[in-house]
């Protein structure tokens, strides 16, 4: 052993270094000192706080617990082990050496403060509550109790307390970059987005590489439907903490929101390679497939979500949907009667239920929706609007038409209301779009395009039977149904932004090749989701609109416009919550003058289309005569006929809209001269169509 004098001038020597920031040196020096002086619990306890201002927390850990075993009295030496092992993540041992410092006398706001936090890491609220509430009154004056009591309460939904408490943390330390962000959280939890936002900005303008500031300042702007500016905030979260499964995770959504499917699905299996057991990940993951027609595959990871949580109402809905597409009808219904039973306050489960099966008069689910709506003033407007549309679903099925009329108009006036809709806008595009596409201009650009013949194009309003003619041509050997694709408006609009210029007007000044590199970039898209396809087709019915830039860009392209009594057609909208998208459908006036608009637009393509390019399909006559109407559209996309096409609804592929059930069955009559049920609900239908 050296001499003391030794032991001496290395701790003060160790000291200094330590003091002047050297922290390796200092790590040494005392290494040394403790070594000189084995009873030294000074120079252990000094060893370990150099130890963790290096990061080296369990060597520090070592250090603290030997100067213990020299002078287990020490409060200052029991708190430095607490704060060591909480950062391990060891709560419940650091609260063991709290308690010992506050038992020898270490009676101190700090001490009380690092008391709560180990108790509330260890969901001992109560008590930690207790320990912060003295640690201010101890001293009022320190920040940190005031923020680590709010957190404490925010989660116990006390959001109105814990917002003063960071506030006095605020004013006492108006740089409190925590304290910012987490009253971003909770003025976020309470619609204070606007105030939120200002919060996480400040946090973040202190403190730059604060990862989860920016990240729950992306989470409020994808609230507010800003979600490029929520990927912005997301990616910056991610360059700072790339371990950050939550993050990859919200990405996920925003990129989702933001149309980018593709970029979505990377970003969730990349929070999943982080995190397996995340079922949220898993559950969105396969919401993202499934939008990405992959449903099998959506499946798998709904699966797996509920294999972690098997609770989760919401991902046994998300199930049923996927079977619902792959026509698994039966286990649907089961995992949609799972998510009812878990979750008896979902208005949406009953709705997604009752595609499946119809409604008697002494069907407990009937029981349950007529208890809810009840208390229909209890649920959120989402939740009314579906209990109505579910009851209106409900009351056809038991032939009480006047009782559904009503349901189904409470639902639409609902919907209506949340809905941004122009139109004025709207009509004016289709009045726009016949006076640009004249008959010179169709001439003048005839033959430019693209001469593909793989593309078929499925169009109409919505509800008109697009569905079950594609299912008629899916069912031929060569032809693939693609369901309702956005390539040829996303193509439209990538023209339209290269160029700065507005669609319809921009196809006047569009050059023999530019119009050939869009109907290029459209059979692109679509022949990547099916290579060996000789047609493929896309039955997105809004494409009625773009009918003329269709024919210029790909004139080979066989077009089926599908079309149905207008009342029905119309009934049929309106009695449908869309998925997305259809705002013109939930007033039954704004519905009729759409239907006009759309009307007048499809006469004048049968006027400037040439002959043979569009063929006419109507419902009523599929309905009638479906041998015949099948063999024409087999004739019109140049196939040879196949048999198969009449056996239509045992064809297996994934189908997306709302007649996923219908078009597996076989043709029945009972849509035919459904107005004729709902009379009384049609006035205002009838007068915008012109027809009463």
């Known amino acids: 052993m050296l001499e003391s004098h030794d032991f001496a001038s290395l701790y003060r020597l160790g000291i200094t270094a330590a003091q002047e920031g050297r922290f390796e040196a200092a790590a040494r020096l005392l ?234 699905i990377t970003q969730y299996r990349q929070a999943l390679a982080l995190r397996p057991a995340y079922a949220g990940a898993h559950n969105n993951l396969g919401t993202a497939l499934l939008a990405n027609r992959r449903p099998e595959e959506a499946l798998t990871h709904y699966r797996q979500a509920l294999a972690w949580e098997p609770d989760n109402a919401d991902i046994h809905n998300n199930l049923g949907i996927a079977l619902n597409t792959l026509g698994e009808f039966a286990p649907a219904s089961q995992a949609f009667a799972r998510a009812i039973s878990i979750s008896p306050r979902k208005p949406e489960f009953y709705l997604n239920i009752l595609g499946l099966k119809r409604m008697t008069a002494d069907d407990p689910l009937l029981v349950a929706m007529l208890e809810l709506y009840r208390d229909v003033a209890s649920l959120d407007v989402h939740s009314q609007i579906a209990l109505h549309f579910a009851l209106g679903r409900a009351f056809e099925d038991l032939g009480e038409h006047a009782r559904s009329s009503q349901h189904l108009i409470m639902g639409n006036a609902l919907k209506r209301r949340e809905l941004i809709y122009d139109e004025v806008a709207t009509l004016e595009l289709f009045e726009r779009t016949q006076a640009t596409f004249t008959t010179e201009l169709m001439d003048d650009k005839r033959g430019a395009g693209d001469l593909s013949r793989i593309p078929v194009f499925v169009l109409g309003m919505p509800r008109s039977g697009s569905t079950l003619v594609e299912q008629i041509l899916a069912s ?16 439209i609009d990538v023209v339209a932004r290269l160029n700065n210029w507005s669609y319809p007007e921009m196809v006047a000044r569009m050059s023999s090749e530019q119009l050939r590199q869009l109907g290029m970039s459209y059979v692109d898209r679509i022949r990547a989701r099916a290579p060996a396809a000789a047609r493929i087709v896309n039955k997105m019915p809004a494409n009625f609109a773009s009918i003329g830039l269709i024919h210029l860009v790909l004139p080979n392209a066989r077009i089926i416009h599908t079309s149905r009594d207008p009342v029905d057609t119309c009934l049929s909208c309106f009695s449908l919550l869309f998925a997305g998208g259809h705002p013109y459908s939930y007033d039954l006036a704004e519905l009729g003058r759409y239907y006009r608009g759309y009307h007048r637009l499809m006469q004048h393509w049968r006027a400037v289309l040439p002959a043979g390019v569009m063929l006419e399909v109507r419902y009523e006559d599929v309905v009638t005569d479906l041998s015949g109407q099948a063999r024409a559209m087999v004739r019109h996309c140049g196939l040879k006929w196949e048999e198969s096409c009449l056996a239509f609804h045992k064809t297996r592929r994934p189908i997306q809209t709302a007649s996923m059930c219908q078009v597996r069955q076989p043709i029945y009559r009972t849509s035919v001269g459904r107005r004729h049920r709902y009379q009384d609900l049609l006035e205002p239908l009838l007068h915008a169509l012109d027809l009463d």
Request: hydrophobic content about 40%.
């Open 476 to 491: 031929h050997s060569q032809v693939f149904g693609a369901g309702e694709l956005a390539d040829l408006s996303d193509s």
């Open 31 to 264: 290494g040394c000192a403790a070594e000189a002086n084995q009873g030294s619990a000074g120079a252990r306890t000094l060893l370990g706080m150099v130890l963790a201002r290096l990061g080296r927390l369990e060597a520090a850990v070592e250090s603290y617990k030997a100067a213990l075993a020299i002078n287990p009295r020490s409060t200052q030496t029991h708190t430095k082990l607490g704060n060591a092992l909480q950062t391990l993540g060891r709560p419940r041992e650091a609260l063991s050496h709290y308690e010992s410092a506050l038992a020898g006398g270490d009676e101190s706001a700090d001490a009380h403060t690092n008391l709560g936090n180990a108790l509330q890491l260890l969901g001992c609220l109560d008590a930690a509550q207790a320990h912060y509430q003295r640690a201010l009154a101890l001293d009022p004056c320190r920040p940190e109790p005031h923020n680590n009591l709010a957190v404490l309460l925010a989660a116990q939904n006390r959001v109105d307390v814990a917002i003063a408490h960071y506030e006095a943390a605020l004013a006492l330390k108006p740089d409190y970059y925590e304290a910012l962000n987490n009253l971003g959280n909770a003025l976020q939890s309470i619609g204070q987005d606007a105030e939120a936002i200002r919060q996480y900005a400040l946090a973040v303008s202190l403190r730059p590489d604060h990862a989860e500031a920016r990240s729950n300042l992306g989470n409020v702007l994808a609230a507010l439907k800003r979600p490029l500016d929520a990927i912005e905030q997301y990616e910056k979260a991610l360059a700072i903490r790339p371990d950050f499964p939550e993050v990859y995770n919200n990405l996920g959504n925003a990129l989702s929101s933001a149309g980018r499917g593709d970029e979505a």
